[in-house]
């Protein structure tokens, strides 16, 4: 071997090496690729409305005043976790007044960002005067309300309805004596109102509501005046 070739057989074998190490190189990237935990993935938001309807011996204008009782509905996460919506959505709410009509309601609209996933609407609850709380749990507990948030996805799931019948026995204006949780249709209120806040939001938003009417049977509840 001439001392004009070894040099170039030694630059030949570098240039292999480095090939070679390159190669390599490649390979472990796409491993770490792979074995790397998921991206987290854009958030959805959830559309969804949240009223109560008071039935008693007054005038419907007083029952929409003062310290009458208010409906919530529980939300259960993909990990299992629940969390009512009113703490959880409070301050993204939009308010609904009562626009006259005895069957309306009052409430509020919550526009909420959620993980992708599957979600289920699997409890009622109803607070009276912030002192007594009436959970939904009848003899025969209704099926969770399941849906799914898609990523980046806008989903109206329609309104979750509390019809609340005051009076009893005695006539007595404030003490609850039936309580009928309901799902309904209310995407011309609910999105106009969305559209005053977020218009985007309410033209992106896709409609797909949880089955209609009566859920689960009514419930006769002891709240009382306290």
Not at 8 to 31: D, E, P, T, Y
Request: one cysteine or more; aromatic letters at 8%; proline letters at 12%.
């Amino acid at each position: 071997m001439t001392d004009e070739a070894l040099p170039s057989q030694l630059q030949g074998a570098l240039v292999r090496m480095q090939a070679h190490f390159k190669a390599l190189l490649f390979v472990f990237l796409l491993a770490g690729c792979a074995s790397r935990p998921d991206q987290p993935q854009e958030n959805g938001l959830l559309v969804v409305s949240v009223t109560q309807q008071v039935n008693g011996p007054l005038d419907p204008l007083h029952y929409t005043q003062g310290p009458n009782p208010v409906a919530d509905f529980r939300l259960q996460r993909p990990d299992g976790r629940s969390r009512w919506l009113t703490p959880v959505g409070w301050w993204r709410a939009v308010r609904i007044p009562w626009d006259g009509n005895p069957g309306g309601g009052t409430g509020r609209l919550y526009v909420l960002p959620l993980p992708p996933g599957e979600y289920a609407i699997d409890a009622w609850s109803v607070v009276y005067r912030n002192v007594l709380r009436q959970t939904g749990l009848p003899a025969s507990p209704p099926p969770p309300l399941r849906f799914n948030i898609q990523p980046g996805q806008i989903r109206y799931i329609g309104n979750l309805h509390m019809e609340i019948d005051m009076g009893g026995e005695f006539a007595d204006p404030y003490n609850v004596v039936a309580l009928w949780p309901k799902l309904r249709d209310e995407q011309l209120r609910d999105l106009a109102l969305l559209a005053s806040k977020k218009p985007e939001a309410a033209k992106a938003a896709e409609i797909d509501l949880l089955p209609l009417g009566d859920w689960g049977t009514p419930v006769t509840p002891s709240l009382k005046n306290p």
